[in-house]
């Protein structure tokens, strides 16, 4: 079984579905929760300067889908055949449009704008 540590912030954000799948599949990982401060001196060392990054027997990589993805299928839970794969990706693809929309919510100052976020 390989080892797994994933790198994120101490929140929800770009992580959370990750973390989730984790605990969905059974399987062990480093979890390191890093303080805003310290994203500066780090960022330079990931693949594409962001994070989450998940490290998998000393090699990292980045992009929360491309992690999500990887764990799915070591949970068994990508599905078993194409088109279950393609259900899996819908499923995760829909989920990037809720985050994108909670994303502009939670920046949004106009009361009246965030009333309408979520009517349609």
């Known amino acids: 079984m390989p080892t797994y540590k994933l790198t994120y912030f101490k929140h929800w954000g770009r992580a959370g579905f990750l973390r989730l799948l984790f605990a969905a599949g059974g399987i062990e990982y480093e979890d390191v929760r890093i303080e805003r401060e310290m994203w500066p001196e780090l ?24 992690i999500g993805r990887l764990i799915a299928k070591e949970a068994g839970l990508a599905g078993r055949t194409p088109l279950e794969e393609a259900q899996a990706d819908m499923i995760v693809d829909g989920l990037t449009d809720i985050e994108l929309k909670l994303a502009d919510f939670f920046v949004e100052k106009d009361e009246t704008i965030k009333g309408t976020f979520f009517t349609h």
Request: some cysteine; aromatic content about 0%; proline content about 12%.
């Open 43 to 66: 960022k330079p060392k990931t693949p594409m300067g962001q994070i989450p990054t998940l490290e998998v027997d000393g090699t990292t990589i980045c992009q929360s889908k491309a």
